[in-house]
């Protein structure tokens, strides 16, 4: 799967970008390049990736070169240990070691090494899972922020419509009242709904603008001209229609759920390797290495060049006492490995949770959106037929401004919905693990 989201960003990365996100598969592709999230828990796989190369290179040969220069007074006075290259200046009366090797130690048996390569395996499976459910939260992280823009367009448009129908309402209420034909009540109401109209415009104008700049942060370019969804949206119940199938999916394929279980796997490698501590380890080594020693207190020579020598040897550990730090390693293990299998379990329950919630709310949504138009016909109907009351004398003007609210709220609560359907089935998906870039697609087709 990393294979492929790889390959995915370097196709998205190699289409060239507009200034703007016309519709969401630009916004998406934007997103992928820039979004300072998912860099990061790329990042952070690639950091954590670096631990099982590190694991496995104690279990590995271990080659190491050494030099040394030793001077020691003859009359056992002082001692002292040079690097090589010190020494130029020596006094005469002093004996003189140079040695020169090379040596080989090979791990035969580490139980806790070998254990803890386990675990960084285990945990880089773990983060692998992890930036996928990064890139699979990318979808929706986009989707959202574009669909939310788009409801706030809706609702401002709601709003100045709510607003100019006000308007015209306190308009005609204060040439009614100057003409006489009407109380002055009838300006006060209209003068407070209108002004209450005003002051959610600003609102609303404000609330777009910060949403246009949350997607700007996901995708690091600054919105354009957004395409709005279309008016006849698909109200197909999901497929399958069963929320046990969507839950039996998640339980197998959620990412944070697989990143969850491979931690506690991990865990339970950390706490075998902690047991190891108290298990002996056996390591060979093949040294080769020449020594040279000599007296100089002028022209006396005592000793002349040492030959090489090989050394072969195995050499068996026995953890006897630790001062209890091994005893400590392990209760701190289990501690840690029990809160793993805690994570995880809370993790399965949420995930089985979120699943048929958001199956749920799908379903639920497709008969919210289809009372929500009719909702709104039936309130347009009813503001019409006040409109033509209060004309008449029939409805008085506290009618008429309580019909104009309730178009108001009926269109801005249908809006709503319809961009919260589109969402929801992402959502779904997501929570059963199977989101990716056709979903997108398919969104996008939605958008005109």
């Known amino acids: 799967m990393r294979l492929k989201l790889l390959t995915l960003a370097l196709t998205l990365a190699a289409v060239s970008l507009p200034s703007h996100g016309e519709d969401l598969l630009d916004a998406y592709r934007q997103a992928r390049a820039n979004d300072p999230v998912l860099a990061q828990s790329d990042a952070t796989t690639r950091a954590v990736y670096e631990n099982v190369p590190q694991a496995r290179a104690l279990l590995l040969p271990q080659l190491n070169g050494t030099a040394s220069l030793q001077q020691q007074s003859i009359n056992g006075s002082s001692a002292s240990e040079f690097s090589s290259g010190n020494g130029n200046n020596l006094n005469p009366g002093h004996e003189r070691t140079r040695s020169f090797g090379v040596e080989l130690d090979q791990t035969i048996l580490n139980l806790a090494d070998i254990a803890n390569l386990q675990a960084a395996h285990s945990t880089y499976s773990a983060q692998q899972q992890t930036y996928e459910a990064a890139a699979q939260d990318l979808f929706v992280r986009v989707a959202t922020a574009y669909f939310t823009i788009l409801n706030d367009e809706e609702q401002l448009t709601f709003a100045k419509a709510n607003e100019e129908a006000y308007r015209i309402t306190y308009d005609q209420a204060e040439q009614q009242y100057k003409v006489g034909i009407a109380a002055v009540t009838n300006v006060y109401q209209a003068k407070s709904y209108y002004e209450a109209a005003k002051a959610q415009t600003v609102s609303t104008e404000n609330t777009l603008e910060n949403d246009r700049q949350a997607l700007t942060v996901i995708t690091g370019q600054p919105v354009g001209e957004l395409k709005k969804l279309r008016p006849d949206l698909p109200m197909d119940t999901p497929v399958p229609a069963d929320s046990q199938a969507w839950v039996d999916s998640a339980l197998k394929n959620n990412p944070t759920l697989l990143s969850a279980q491979f931690s506690e796997t991990a865990a339970e490698h950390d706490v075998n390797a902690a047991r190891a501590g108290h298990l002996p380890t056996i390591t060979a080594s093949l040294s080769h290495a020449k020594s040279s020693s000599w007296l100089e207190n002028g022209s006396y020579n005592v000793a002349g060049n040492g030959r090489w020598g090989n050394t072969i040897g195995v050499t068996l550990t026995v953890p006897l006492f630790q001062g209890g730090a091994i005893q400590s390693k392990v209760r701190q293990s289990i501690a840690q490995r029990d809160e793993a299998q805690d994570s995880l379990e809370l993790t399965r329950r949420q995930t089985v949770q979120n699943t048929i919630n958001y199956y749920n709310s799908v379903i639920a949504g497709i008969s919210e959106v289809k009372s929500g138009k009719a909702a709104v016909d039936s309130a347009q109907e009813a ?36 961009h919260q359907l589109v969402l929801n089935r992402l959502l779904l998906r997501q929570s059963a693990g199977t989101i990716d870039y056709k979903d997108m697609e398919y969104v996008n087709s939605l958008l005109q």
């Open 383 to 418: 503001l019409d037929a006040t409109k033509a009351g209060f004309q008449v004398g029939t409805q008085i003007m506290l009618d008429v401004l309580n019909a104009i609210q309730t178009l108001t709220q009926n269109q801005s609560t249908y809006a709503t919905d319809r």
